[in-house]
């Protein structure tokens, strides 16, 4: 099999950064479709916006459902990054997955093969009655490189935690932050409410923008490598170890405590039965 190396993109849109292709080249994408707080699924064409068109994720933004994150569902900001995505000379491999391994695959142009994510629903789980204390692993190490990667594991399951509830976070983040505006917020450039209005976009500012909300009704700990500093600035609670996480639970949520333990908070979604 021939090695495709690729250094660029081209595109019909002379303003998105362009790569320059020989006629006898192509480009394929694969991507796992994971759910994402602001465009209800991470697919090919949300990750093509992201990296290639800063101007149009400020529409995408713009056209968020409110300030709180809603994964699994058609938003209409999906569909900004489809439309994105029509100019892209390129094609892709969409795959699903679940903790068995490959669950469906699609292949086809980045604006079509996104309706595989349809394929995540099966992977809801119910609930009857919120939790106040839940223990959250993203499930894999593709999901917790970063803290901005890590968080989507909690935009899936936030509206299963009652107010005043506790999510501790067991994410390595061995990539760091993961994002400019988790930056600027610890260098004190930047807050919540100047972002719900931005006049441009920055990586990471939805989710500043939803981990702040969350935070105004429910606790939020993690465990990582990150320095304790930063997650302090966060906002979050920094808890060293699994063993700390259970005594920092007794201690604070009671002695008497059910705790939902999540194991692959990247790949399910919870929702009220």
Same mark, same amino acid.
């Given at each position: ?29 694969t ?44 938003s209409?900001? $999906?569909?900004? =990054?489809? %439309?994105?995505? +029509? &100019?892209? *000379? ?8 679940? /903790? ?9 142009h ?22 106040r ?39 390595e ?6 994002s ?12 919540p409410?100047? $972002?719900?209005? =931005?006049? %441009?976009?920055? +990586? &990471?500012? *939805? ?8 935070? /105004? ?48 908070g990247?790949r ?6």
């Open positions: 099999m021939s090695q495709l190396r690729v250094s660029s993109i081209s595109h019909k849109d002379a303003t998105v950064p362009a790569i320059r292709l020989k006629a006898d080249q192509s480009v394929t994408f991507g796992e479709v994971q759910f994402d707080g602001l465009f209800g699924y991470e697919t090919v064409a949300t990750r093509l916006l992201r990296k290639f068109g800063a101007e149009k994720m400020l529409e995408a933004f713009s056209h968020r459902s409110g300030n709180m994150p809603n994964p699994g569902t058609d209409t900001s $999906i569909n900004d =990054a489809k %439309k994105f995505t +029509d &100019g892209f *000379e390129v094609s892709c491999i969409e795959i699903t997955a679940n /903790k068995k391994g490959l669950s469906d695959l699609q292949i086809g980045p604006s079509k093969t996104s309706s595989i994510s349809q394929t995540l629903l099966k992977s809801i789980a119910t609930f009857e009655e919120k939790f204390t839940m223990i959250i692993s993203t499930g894999k190490d593709a999901s917790n490189q970063t803290l901005s990667s890590s968080l989507n594991s909690v935009w899936n399951f936030h509206t299963s935690i009652k107010n005043q509830g506790l999510i501790i976070l067991v994410a983040c061995m990539g760091g932050l993961g400019e505006t988790f930056q600027k917020l610890i260098d004190g450039r930047i807050t409410e100047r $972002i719900k209005n =931005a006049s %441009k976009y920055e +990586d &990471g500012m *939805e989710n500043l923008l939803f981990l702040s909300e969350i935070q /105004k009704n429910s606790q939020i700990a993690i465990t990582s490598i990150l320095p304790e500093l930063y997650i302090k600035k966060l906002g979050m609670i920094h808890v060293d170890g699994i063993k700390k996480s259970m005594d920092y639970i007794l201690k604070n949520q009671g002695p008497r405590q059910k705790v939902q333990v999540i194991e692959d990247a399910t979604l919870l929702r009220k039965d």
